[in-house]
């Protein structure tokens, strides 16, 4: 069997999808994209198909290292991108020519379903806790969100209240019970961050997600002594190298590697099983379209800290289309008590409706997340 193609479709919301075709008439498909810079990640899509074309696909570890090493640069969220939804898809080829789900190509099952959180809210957090309501009324037993607008290095305490509101309001909303997870998004910088640990802890937090930007991996250990939760991170690291640094320093525990940004499923289930090493669990990182999420669960079934999937339906991104809208089956996403069953159909699992692919390819995409500046002017982390 021969790759022949490598086509690329950018769809609305902000996604990237990827077909590969082979001379077998078996084609399969990954999900290729940087949010905001889904154009570039097809461009390096396109240059790797000089390293795939000809190629017997099956050979997935092999093509795996001429990707990531057979160039000068590696790493990165470009290429790491690239690569992680070249690797779905041939896990997708290889799987529908044995005729299994790829989790039986990686060791089997340990599980039949995954608990999932629902997104609450939109990038400025505000009425969430009726948001958080109809998700849980919605059968979710989990929800995540944003903790914080824009916050300076040193903000004011009417800042911090604003977010302990948001949090008590969503809290009172659906019960002791549910799961709720802060995503502070990078946006907190630590003599803030160590502010906010300190106050949250009487919501009873399922975890705190970036409480610093990854390029401040050092406070961690620091945040953590003080934290009222676990802290999680990791969808803004893209290789087990990375990774690496974070499991010996200590501090974090939960990792959320991203499959469509740390060198899909090839790369993503070595650093599961790293931090399995470190007893670290493993929520994967997935506010993407229908074929990350199909990779995301076949990972899940096969890694035994997997404890949570993030997922997109009803996210506030998707307002041009949703995560069902690309699939032939949309009952293949099997949604039921907070939980989802992970797929059993051949290779990834899902059938693409690739005419609506083609359709909605012409629309295309050129989404950008927002810009935010503090009241000084200065530029904000969004």
């Not at 903000?155 to 709720?180: F, Y």
């Not at 669960?297 to 890694?303: E, G, S």
């Not at 993030?310 to 907070?338: C, K, P, T």
Request: glycine share 8%; charged share 25%.
């Amino acid at each position: 069997m021969k790759i022949t193609k490598l086509t690329t479709f950018l769809v609305p919301p902000r996604w990237c999808f990827l077909r590969i075709d082979t001379d077998a008439g078996i084609c399969g498909w990954g999900e290729p994209v940087v949010e905001g810079r889904a154009h570039t990640v097809a461009a390096a899509v396109e240059e790797l198909s000089d390293y795939l074309i000809g190629k017997d696909p099956r050979h997935i570890e092999d093509l795996w290292n001429v990707m990531y090493r057979g160039s000068f640069y590696r790493g990165g969220p470009i290429l790491m991108s690239a690569i992680a939804g070249v690797d779905q898809a041939l896990w997708d080829i290889k799987g529908k020519h044995l005729g299994v789900p790829v989790h039986e190509l990686l060791g089997g099952p340990v599980r039949e379903r995954i608990r999932v959180y629902s997104w609450i809210g939109g990038d400025r957090p505000a009425d969430t806790a009726m948001a958080a309501k109809a998700a849980v009324e919605r059968g979710f037993t989990a929800v995540k969100m944003n903790g914080t607008e824009e916050m300076h290095f040193v903000d004011s305490h009417a800042k911090v209240e604003r977010v302990l509101e948001n949090v008590q309001a969503v809290r009172e909303a659906v019960g002791p019970h549910i799961g709720l997870a802060i995503d502070f998004h990078g946006r907190v910088h630590k003599p803030m961050a160590k502010v906010l640990m300190r106050e949250l802890a009487p919501y009873k937090l399922m975890f705190i997600e970036e409480p610093v930007l990854s390029e401040h991996l050092d406070a961690i250990p620091e945040l953590a002594s003080i934290a009222p939760a676990p802290i999680a991170l990791g969808e803004r690291l893209y290789t087990r190298y990375d990774f690496k640094r974070v499991l010996q320093m200590g501090g974090v525990d939960i990792i959320q590697p991203d499959p469509s940004h740390a060198g899909g499923i090839t790369e993503t289930r070595k650093i599961a099983a790293m931090a399995e090493a470190y007893d670290v669990a493993l929520a994967l990182h997935c506010p993407l379209g229908p074929i990350a999420l199909a990779a995301n669960l076949q990972l899940d079934a096969v890694c035994h800290n997997a404890f949570i999937q993030e997922q997109s339906l009803g996210i506030h991104y998707n307002a041009a289309n949703d995560l069902l809208d690309y699939v032939v089956d949309r009952n293949v996403f099997a949604y039921a008590d907070g939980y989802v069953a992970i797929p059993g159909g051949p290779g990834l699992g899902i059938e693409v409706n690739e005419a609506y692919v083609a359709e909605r390819a012409e629309v295309g995409h050129r989404w950008r997340n927002p810009l935010w500046r503090h009241d000084d002017g200065s530029v904000a982390e969004w």
